[in-house]
């Protein structure tokens, strides 16, 4: 079974702080995503990565960047975490090729910007 | 940009009927379609994953189909269970060829099955 983690399921940062959440995947996948999920929003796209170290910025890149230095983890970081950023974060795998495969989901980390 | 509507956004059923979720999007260029199990607090599961090629997929109890052409999709769920009561996403898989772009989600069905 393909396993994703994540570091942390909840987690509580001070305004300016900068944050790093990490994710891990067992499963030799190529594709890495982080999401944001709000409530009425739903989720979106932050930053997804294709390759080790290479990034592409999803559809609320705004405050966030990435890091992937190997292939099976994969770090967003809040650089100065600020009260709007307080969300779900969901991480996820998939192998890559053309549209073909499932994405994978980790459990989540529950953030909260005091 | 793609957009994905989910109908209904919340539902109330007694346990045993058969039901069907809506899903639509709004460019039909897409690589595949998938739907998510979200339970309270947790992360997603995966249920079933439908190709562009493909009308449908089937999973135990579930069962999924898509009309590319009309921006469509449909869960249908039989028999159902008390422990089918969660949050159910409907994400496509649209962009660039050969590119890993992610999924665009729409905002779930909130399904509560009445024992």
């Known amino acids: 079974d393909v396993k994703v983690t994540q570091s942390s399921r909840y987690l509580v940062k001070r305004t300016g702080e900068k944050v790093f959440l990490e994710c891990v995947q067992d499963m030799d996948h190529e594709n890495m995503f982080w999401y944001r999920q709000d409530p009425g929003l739903g989720l979106r796209l932050i930053y997804f990565s294709y390759d080790v170290k290479m990034k592409e910025k999803g559809d609320i890149p705004e405050g966030y960047s990435v890091s992937r230095e190997k292939k099976e983890r994969f770090s967003l970081i809040l650089e100065s975490a600020s009260t709007n950023q307080t969300s779900m974060y969901l991480c996820?795998?998939?192998?890559?090729?053309?549209?073909?495969?499932?994405?994978?989901f980790g459990p989540g980390t529950r953030l909260t910007v005091t | 940009k793609q957009e994905v509507t989910q109908i209904p956004a919340a539902l109330s059923v007694p346990e045993g009927e058969n039901l069907v979720l809506n899903c639509s999007f709004t460019?039909?260029?897409?690589?595949?379609l998938q739907w998510f199990r979200q339970d309270p607090g947790k992360g997603l599961t995966s249920l079933l994953l439908i190709q562009s090629s493909q009308r449908e997929q089937t999973s135990g109890r579930l069962n999924a189909s898509l009309d590319k052409s009309s921006g469509r999709s449909t869960l249908y769920i039989a028999a159902s269970q008390p422990g089918d009561s969660a949050t159910y996403l409907c994400?496509?898989?649209?962009?660039?060829?050969?590119?890993?772009?992610?999924?665009?989600f729409g905002k779930g069905t909130h399904l509560i099955i009445q024992p």
């Open positions: 996820a795998s998939s192998i890559d090729g053309w549209g073909a495969y499932e994405q994978y």
């Open positions: 994400a496509v898989r649209s962009g660039t060829v050969g590119g890993a772009d992610g999924l665009t």
């Open positions: 460019d039909s260029a897409i690589y595949n």
